[in-house]
DNA sequence: CTTGCGACTGACCGGTTGGTCGGTAGAATG
DNA sequence: CATTCTACCGACCAACCGGTCAGTCGCAAG
């Protein structure tokens, strides 16, 4: 239970019991594979081994359990990527280090990273995503900061930053439609080759 | 409502009547907005201005409309993409032309793309999507024999194809996430600019 | 005029949903 | 012993879900 649950990303300063731990570790991995419609609190309730009242006892409601696991997964990958950016390197250096980071972030929590992006989709009530929102525009900022650094530097070509951000952005975020975890590359080697193709270019020089 | 559903992409074998049409239209329209199992069959009707009954007489079961939308925009893809590479031309000129002719289809066909791709999550019952499943594979396989031909042709640098391919379909799957329609740039233009700067790479020379 | 047929409706069904409520067991506190 | 608090449960609820069904309407063919 608790080596589960330790695949939820949280902050240091958020205390929880174990068993809100395991509630928030099923719900991601059911999250992750059905979806924030197609999981039931009965569904949560059986795979905690728990009755359907004690989920309510420890969250107010249905949503309040995703948006904990979202709003963590997300603050946690602004943090996780942010500390393992090599300070003094070159740019583009670290945008490689940005790159790999994530692939490394998006194996650890898996469950939590699925969860939060499979129901990205039906959020019109913004309300509560608002945070969530701001770390994630944090994220974003770091490789557009990098990206920048790097024109400047005069170590990549004066392109449309946003759109290379984008490219890098997409690279990362669609790993999780097809990845499996039992392939022969890991998704930090995957990050890797990604940053390799797209900084050096595939044409033949 | 006949404009409406002809954003529809179905194949010129098939007819439908215009109620049909209108049903497929205003479904992927709701889909794409709220998911597969965030539309009910009533926000069908009520889209369509008709009883919820109606939707039994054309259609079998929710599924079948949603097969029908969903088949329907990958058949399509293919074909349409397909036809607008440019015979005799390099590999990376038609790898170019993928991506844009891509690009083109998903403005072109923005809700059915979105309906589709929503709800790719929560399909654990494969058999009717595997006919889905199939154009999806020569969707790609589109791409793969370019990235190979161009290999062989010495026009790009031998990479590995599988991850070349992830690649450039990340960079054109990911834009239904971000991109907004009254954007300044068209898909069309961000895909070539994608093609533009996965080809020749970021770093200066 | 009658028959049949496709388009269409409203009332209804069993099942599931998120959420509530009254209550219990047990440990800690006084 | 009495009190209080937290963790926990089973029974229950209104609302909504996908889907069914008997029947109505207008129109075209015989």
Avoid at 93 to 112: E, L, N, S, V
Avoid at 144 to 155: D, F, K, Q, W
């Amino acid at each position: 239970m608790a080596r589960a649950a330790a695949r939820i990303p949280l902050g240091k300063e958020t205390e929880s019991s174990d068993r809100v731990l395991q509630i928030l570790s099923e719900s991601a991995r059911l999250f992750a594979a059905s979806g924030y419609d197609g999981t039931s609190m009965r569904d949560i309730a059986l795979a905690c081994g728990i009755s359907k009242s004690l989920l309510y006892h420890h969250f107010a409601d249905k949503d309040e359990i995703f948006a904990r696991i979202a709003l963590g997964a997300t603050r946690e990958l602004y943090h996780f990527v942010h500390e393992r950016l090599p300070e003094g390197a070159p740019p583009s250096a670290r945008i490689r280090a940005f790159m790999t980071a994530t692939g490394d972030y998006f194996q650890r929590y898996r469950w939590a990273w699925l969860a939060s992006t499979a129901s990205f989709w039906n959020d019109p009530e913004a309300r509560r995503q608002k945070e969530r929102m701001m770390w994630r525009d944090r994220y974003e900022g770091l490789i557009r900061t990098l990206i920048s650094e790097a024109i400047e530097a005069g170590e990549i070509r004066p392109v449309d930053v946003a759109l290379a951000v984008r490219l890098v952005l997409s690279s990362l975020n669609w790993m999780h439609r097809w990845h499996k975890p039992d392939k022969s590359m890991n998704p930090v080697q995957i990050a890797d080759s990604y940053f390799e193709m797209i900084f050096n270019g595939l044409k033949q020089n």
